[in-house]
């Protein structure tokens, strides 16, 4: 396995307040045992027996105001609450595709400390009512089912889990790590995603109740049973409390994952990593995410309430931090041709819509454009937005709208035929996103 597959380093920000996921990491940049985990944290909390018991772990998520953390930010204890309250036994599936290309943070997580990501996997299980749990992983990075499988057999040969955990490896689309792709696969069939209802927490895998989260979710869910709400509350604001991992990356000088408050400015989170001084502009969120120049957003609080008044998110907690003389254009024009080969080819908008998109995009950015791209990718826009059989369209277009925005006055410029000034300077610009290589079709199963 190549060492541009394995996860950055982990950096710890600020006091030990934040060192909550990432406690231990540094000591001995390796996967902690059981035992280890065990002094860490203390032992696996038990759920008191009956309904009653079990749903006090949901009602404690729920007064922490724990919040999604593999993109959408959905409040977590509703969603326990949502497949505990649904007749028949429940599933759980831990999410740990992480199919943003720009994130690392659940692969480092996974890869440092699984026993806190199958603490709370367990855990919610017991709370839901599940008999299993199923952990979902890119099947690209068996170093890495390797090291969740070590800890799973570590647990089974003490007894500690009533319930069994079962590993899986699926293909790695972008669109895989949505939860409707988890279900079809874990049923037999491709690992593609749908807005087709029922919806997984009614009827997932097996027709079952389905509890689908991210593993940096699980993780928090864990130290909640351990420490409780108020405790979680400590860190971050009222409105968006607890900590998060980021993933910084771009024009800085100590790049990976980061343990940060929710709610951290911007900046700071990207001083955390040395940005550099003459950076403009930032992609925030990801792929899925929106591009913004750095003096308007640097002061904002990195939370979904901080951000939504630049129209931003923190989606799977990326920050890229664009160099300077970089071309944001370009950069987005690479990743909507990414995005363009990553559909699950369902329907139109993504099948027509997105390469033609990515094609306006690339012209646009190469200063050479054909007619009016700019006008033609607005009409685009409109006609693919809302409109896909599942979100990969919609997130795509919010990206590339957001580049337009972030970057008019580029844009105008290259739309004239002006290229960016590194062009005429005979300046060859390095590309500075990951865009991995394309699963060959029809690899889905």
């Given at each position: 396995m190549s060492a541009r597959e394995q996860p950055g380093a982990a950096r710890l920000a600020g006091d030990g307040l934040t060192a909550r996921l990432t406690v231990g990491w540094q000591e001995t940049g390796r996967p902690a045992s059981l035992r280890e985990h065990a002094g860490r944290y203390g032992p696996l909390p038990q759920l008191r027996h009956g309904r009653h018991g079990r749903?006090?772990?949901?009602?404690?998520?729920?007064?922490?105001?724990?919040?999604?953390?593999?993109?959408a930010g959905f409040p977590t204890g509703i969603k326990m609450r949502a497949v505990a309250a649904r007749r028949g036994t429940a599933v759980v599936v831990a999410n740990g595709m992480e199919s943003e290309p720009a994130s690392e943070k659940d692969q480092a997580l996974l890869a440092r400390a699984p026993h806190l990501v199958l603490d709370g996997a367990v855990l919610a299980a017991e709370s839901v009512g599940a008999n299993v749990v199923h952990i979902c992983l890119p099947r690209t990075r068996e170093w890495l089912a390797d090291v969740v499988l070590a800890a799973v057999s570590e647990r089974h040969r003490t007894g500690l889990d009533a319930i069994p955990v079962q590993l899986h490896g699926l293909p790695h689309h972008y669109v895989a790590s949505e939860e409707t792709s988890l279900v079809h696969w874990l049923n037999g069939g491709e690992a593609r995603p749908t807005l087709t209802p029922p919806r997984p927490f009614e009827r997932g895998v097996r027709r079952r109740p389905t509890l689908i989260d991210n593993v940096e979710t699980l993780a928090h869910v864990a130290l909640i049973a351990r420490y409780g709400s108020a405790w979680f509350r400590e860190a971050g604001p009222a409105e968006a409390p607890g900590t998060m991992l980021s993933t910084v990356s771009g024009a800085v000088a100590e790049p990976g994952v980061y343990e940060i408050e929710v709610g951290t400015a911007i900046a700071?989170?990207?001083?955390?990593?040395?940005?550099?001084?003459?950076?403009?502009?930032?992609l925030i969120?990801?792929?899925?995410?929106?591009?913004?120049?750095?003096?308007?957003?640097?002061?904002?609080?990195?939370?979904?309430?901080?951000?939504?008044?630049?129209?931003?998110?923190?989606?799977?907690?990326?920050?890229?931090?664009?160099?300077?003389?970089?071309?944001?254009?370009?950069?987005?024009?690479?990743?909507l041709g990414y995005l363009a080969g990553q559909s699950a080819q369902q329907c139109g908008p993504c099948m027509f819509g997105?390469?033609?998109?990515?094609?306006?995009?690339?012209?646009?950015?190469?200063?050479?454009?054909?007619?009016?791209?700019?006008?033609?990718?607005?009409?685009?826009?409109?006609?693919?937005?809302?409109?896909?059989?599942?979100?990969?369209?919609?997130?795509?277009?919010?990206?590339?709208?957001?580049?337009?925005?972030?970057?008019?006055?580029?844009?105008?410029?290259?739309?004239?035929?002006?290229?960016?000034?590194?062009?005429?300077?005979?300046?060859?610009?390095?590309?500075?996103?990951?865009?991995?290589?394309?699963?060959?079709e029809g690899e889905w199963r």
């Amino acid at each position: 396995m190549s060492a541009r597959e394995q996860p950055g380093a982990a950096r710890l920000a600020g006091d030990g307040l934040t060192a909550r996921l990432t406690v231990g990491w540094q000591e001995t940049g390796r996967p902690a045992s059981l035992r280890e985990h065990a002094g860490r944290y203390g032992p696996l909390p038990q759920l008191r027996h009956g309904r009653h018991g079990r749903a006090a772990l949901a009602d404690a998520v729920t007064s922490a105001g724990l919040t999604g953390r593999g993109g959408a930010g959905f409040p977590t204890g509703i969603k326990m609450r949502a497949v505990a309250a649904r007749r028949g036994t429940a599933v759980v599936v831990a999410n740990g595709m992480e199919s943003e290309p720009a994130s690392e943070k659940d692969q480092a997580l996974l890869a440092r400390a699984p026993h806190l990501v199958l603490d709370g996997a367990v855990l919610a299980a017991e709370s839901v009512g599940a008999n299993v749990v199923h952990i979902c992983l890119p099947r690209t990075r068996e170093w890495l089912a390797d090291v969740v499988l070590a800890a799973v057999s570590e647990r089974h040969r003490t007894g500690l889990d009533a319930i069994p955990v079962q590993l899986h490896g699926l293909p790695h689309h972008y669109v895989a790590s949505e939860e409707t792709s988890l279900v079809h696969w874990l049923n037999g069939g491709e690992a593609r995603p749908t807005l087709t209802p029922p919806r997984p927490f009614e009827r997932g895998v097996r027709r079952r109740p389905t509890l689908i989260d991210n593993v940096e979710t699980l993780a928090h869910v864990a130290l909640i049973a351990r420490y409780g709400s108020a405790w979680f509350r400590e860190a971050g604001p009222a409105e968006a409390p607890g900590t998060m991992l980021s993933t910084v990356s771009g024009a800085v000088a100590e790049p990976g994952v980061y343990e940060i408050e929710v709610g951290t400015a911007i900046a700071d989170v990207l001083s955390l990593a040395g940005v550099h001084p003459d950076c403009e502009a930032v992609l925030i969120g990801g792929y899925f995410g929106t591009w913004h120049q750095l003096r308007a957003v640097g002061g904002l609080p990195f939370s979904s309430a901080g951000l939504r008044p630049a129209g931003g998110s923190p989606g799977t907690g990326v920050l890229v931090a664009l160099p300077p003389g970089g071309c944001g254009l370009a950069e987005a024009a690479r990743i909507l041709g990414y995005l363009a080969g990553q559909s699950a080819q369902q329907c139109g908008p993504c099948m027509f819509g997105l390469p033609a998109i990515a094609d306006d995009l690339s012209q646009l950015a190469s200063g050479r454009p054909e007619g009016d791209p700019l006008g033609r990718l607005q009409r685009r826009f409109a006609q693919i937005s809302g409109r896909g059989a599942c979100r990969h369209p919609d997130g795509a277009v919010r990206m590339a709208s957001s580049a337009l925005a972030a970057f008019a006055a580029d844009a105008h410029a290259h739309a004239q035929r002006r290229p960016c000034l590194t062009a005429y300077r005979g300046q060859r610009r390095a590309a500075m996103l990951p865009i991995p290589r394309p699963w060959a079709e029809g690899e889905w199963r």
